[in-house]
């Protein structure tokens, strides 16, 4: 429709001479009609969770009872993603509750790209410790700090998955090259122990506030040093009481993060039982080795594991 048939058809509406407004979502925003006490929507699951409550937003702007259906298709695979936006909007459906929707929409995309127009990606993966990581050196570079270039470590274990939802291990197996299928052959013909994955994270379960669970992500991805990092635990220890392994893997990552940094190290990878510490120099390829091999990790255990690579980081000589 054009301009002027759309102003006519919402005057027809908002007067009362139709009781039904078949729509888009050209109505999210901007309208107020204060009769309207009811919408429904239909693959509610295809909508952002922003969008959704904007679009009901529409309903009980007035005295009278409204009432918000969202309709889902019956035989559409709900995705996970989708089922978090659902349960969040039916959870946070009192007076005020904009702010709480708010926040969990910013866990669930991601805190988006800083330097571009791009708003999405994960929390965990290239949201909060991306932005705090830009955000920190843009401030000491201001200060005129000379640390402001100091380069993060990054830690990439195959036995830990940092952030929600869970791992796709049969799709790496479908999808890997040749020389990741020839590793993975050698690593199971040489009778190397296999380590179970751990997820690392801050579950819903044992903090249930959106917004205290972002803060302390934000924390964690700031600390720099191993008595910050002692703050931190033991301020979730007082607060919210004894946390299980996901959090205390969380904790570990964190830590092998800072005490690479601490050895001028760019990264701290495994690959089955090798630990691969990559220094942070001019050379290429310039990896901690025993001899002429990468450090072997013998521990049977995730947690064990991390903290057998904490450990080698702590003995490691500092350049």
């Known amino acids: 429709m054009d301009d002027r048939e759309l102003e ?44 959704l409550y904007q679009l009901r937003g ?31 909007l039916r959870t946070h459906n009192q007076l005020g509750a904009g702010f709480r929707i708010a926040m969990r929409d910013l866990e669930l995309r991601g805190a988006g790209n800083l330097l571009g127009a791009e708003q999405s990606g994960h929390i ?11 955000l920190r ?28 939802g869970a791992p796709d291990d049969g799709a ?12 993975d052959a050698e690593h199971e013909a040489s009778g190397a122990i296999e380590v179970a994955k751990i997820q690392a994270r801050i579950p819903a379960t044992y903090l249930g506030e959106t917004r ?33 392994d996901e959090v205390r893997a969380l904790l570990l990552v964190t830590e092998i993060r800072i005490r690479a940094e601490q050895k001028n190290l760019l990264s701290v990878e495994t690959e089955s039982s090798r630990l691969k510490c990559l220094r942070n120099t001019n050379q290429r390829d310039d990896f901690v080795m025993v001899g002429t091999r990468f450090p072997r990790l013998t521990a049977p255990k995730p947690l064990l594991r991390l903290r057998e690579i904490i450990s080698f980081l702590i003995n490691l000589p500092t350049p």
């Open 212 to 244: 205290l669970r972002i803060d302390f992500y934000r924390k964690l991805a700031l600390a720099d040093s191993p008595a910050t990092l002692k703050e931190i635990e033991s301020d979730l220890r007082d607060r919210f009481g004894k946390y299980g």
């Open 137 to 164: 050196q843009s401030v000491a570079r201001l200060k005129g700090d000379k640390t402001a270039a100091a380069i993060r470590a990054s830690v990439k274990l195959d036995f830990v998955y940092v952030g929600e």
């Open 172 to 183: 790496r197996r479908r999808y890997a090259d040749g020389y990741t299928a020839l590793r």
């Open 124 to 134: 965990v993966g290239v949201g909060f410790e991306l932005y705090c990581q830009l």
């Open 8 to 51: 006519h058809m919402m005057t027809d509406f908002v007067a009362g001479k139709y009781h039904l407004l078949v729509c888009t979502t050209i109505i999210e925003s901007g309208l107020d009609i204060p009769n309207c006490n009811t919408i429904i929507i239909e693959g509610a699951d295809r909508f952002g969770l922003s969008q």
């Open 58 to 88: 529409r309903v009980g702007r007035f005295k009278h009872q409204a009432y918000a259906y969202l309709l889902l298709h019956r035989h559409t695979r709900l995705m996970e993603i989708a089922r978090q936006r659902l349960n969040a």
